[in-house]
């Protein structure tokens, strides 16, 4: 069975400084692999996916993750945060074969201060 | 922009009562899932179908809630009965065939007060 472990549970950042969420997932077979934002009061929004080819995979909002296969990873990082970035992040996993369910982390908190 | 419909928003409740949400999944999207979330546990899986047809529900407790697709427009989620434990914000989600590409599309959630 699928596991996510999203490590940091609360982050704190100010504006401008850069970002990397970590996740971890444990699965013996191909995955499918997603981040989702949920801003504060609202629900969970896809942010981004990787399901195939480029490792490298850019979201909306200037988000962009990192598939490292070798590392069972796939953090999420931003250049530059904004204030308005500030929400509950969730990275899920999928497997790839048959019908799966994907299975969520327990979510990262990210403050971000003016 | 296609999305997931839920309702109430909103809903508090006297303990003991019974407590209905509903969820209208986006139109050629073919499995549904129920989430509950609390500061506590987080996003939890409920229970999840797939065609209409329930796959697993293994998360929910089974003696006072139960999940149900009359129909491919409608997803339900029933309380019965309520108790304060239950607070919590419940979402629905919905993914269309190729759901492993796309991903899933969460509704606005419904917050549920027991009291």
């Known amino acids: 069975a699928q596991s996510v472990s999203q490590h940091n549970h609360h982050v704190i950042l100010s504006e401008a400084a850069s970002l990397e969420l970590g996740c971890n997932y444990s699965?013996?077979?191909?995955?499918?692999l997603f981040w989702y934002v949920q801003y504060p009061g609202q629900h969970l929004q896809l942010l981004l996916k990787?399901?195939?080819?480029?490792?490298l995979v850019k979201g909306i909002k200037g988000f962009e993750a990192e598939f490292i296969k070798s590392k069972f990873s796939f953090n999420l990082r931003k250049p530059s945060v904004q204030w308005s970035d500030t929400a509950e992040y969730f990275c899920?996993?999928?497997?790839?074969?048959?019908?799966?369910?994907?299975?969520f982390g327990t979510g990262t908190r990210l403050l971000v201060s003016p | 922009d296609a999305r997931v419909t839920q309702t109430p928003r909103h809903k508090v409740t006297e303990m003991g009562q019974e407590v209905t949400m509903r969820c209208q999944p986006i139109?050629?999207?073919?499995?549904v899932f129920w989430y509950r979330q609390t500061m506590m546990q987080g996003l939890e899986l409920l229970a999840y179908?797939?065609?209409?047809?329930?796959?697993?529900d293994s998360g929910m407790p089974k003696d006072r809630f139960s999940a149900e697709m009359p129909d491919a427009t409608l997803a339900t989620l029933k309380i019965q009965p309520s108790e304060p434990r239950d607070s919590a914000v419940y979402f629905c989600?919905?993914?269309?065939?190729?759901?492993?590409?796309?991903?899933?599309?969460f509704g606005s959630g419904t917050r549920l007060t027991v009291v």
């Open positions: 989600a919905s993914g269309p065939p190729g759901q492993k590409i796309y991903g899933y599309t």
């Open positions: 699965y013996g077979g191909t995955v499918n």
């Open positions: 990787y399901f195939s080819g480029d490792p």
């Open positions: 899920a996993v999928m497997g790839n074969t048959g019908f799966q369910k994907q299975v």
């Open positions: 139109l050629g999207h073919n499995t």
């Open positions: 179908f797939r065609n209409r047809a329930p796959l697993d």
